[in-house]
């Protein structure tokens, strides 16, 4: 019966953490990196790399679902810190 049910069932469109990645790829040489370069001129190879890195944690964030200031059922707790 599962059998069946399976088979019958249509696919599902979703978006994964590699395909915010794979989005990130794909403007970072023609606008992202320009951009930088624009703003920052001197940076080196290394720095863009690091940026590059970022880049990827922003697009990966929100699929781990940590929204610092969003509504808090939807987000991580955040470690109370006493100074």
Known sequence: MSLVMFLCTGGSVAYSVLTHEEIVDLVWTAELRPLLLKRFP????????????????????QDLGYYPFGFRKSSWKKPSVSL
């Open 42 to 61: 001197a940076l080196t190879e290394v720095q863009l790399q690091e940026a590059h890195g970022y880049a990827y944690g922003g697009a990966v964030i």
